[in-house]
């Protein structure tokens, strides 16, 4: 079923998660902070991922424009068992509706200091990874 604005969601919610006793964080990001999504006059909405102690991707969820065309990138981290890391440090083409799921992963390692650091090392110095212990 189609919505406006789109609704899409692979893996678990954060409630199945408590339900089943899987620690977890997450991370947020609105597209009202993404450029496409702006430009197109569609900025409202945003990007959920969850992941577990091990950064696996147990969910992600969206809610906004071409939610049904980008969940596919989250279907295949939970099929495949990636990491946030892993999404955060591939290549999300600018300007995308895509980077919002970027930057969810990115907002998720953000909550985990050795995540930081290890996400530091890998990204180029043209993009910025900033941690709440910043």
């Known amino acids: ?3 406006s604005p789109e609704i899409a969601s ?3 919610s954060e409630e199945a998660a408590k339900a089943q006793g899987i620690a977890y964080r997450t991370g947020k990001f609105q597209f009202a902070a993404n450029g496409k999504a702006v430009a197109m006059g569609e900025p409202d909405g945003m990007v959920k991922v969850l992941a577990d102690e091990q950064d696996t991707i147990i ?6 424009p071409h939610a049904s065309d980008l969940i596919m ?3 295949l981290a939970v099929q495949l068992g990636l990491t946030a890391e892993q999404v955060a440090t591939t290549i999300h083409p600018h300007p995308t509706l895509s980077e919002a799921v970027d930057e969810a992963a990115l907002a998720q390692i953000s909550r985990d200091r050795e995540g930081c650091s290890r996400l530091r090392a890998q990204v180029s110095e ?6 709440i212990y910043d």
């Open 1 to 3: 079923m189609f919505t």
């Open 73 to 75: 990138e989250g279907t």
């Open 59 to 64: 969910g992600l969820h969206i809610l906004g």
């Open 10 to 12: 692979v893996g678990l």
């Open 126 to 131: 043209n993009r910025k990874a900033s941690c």
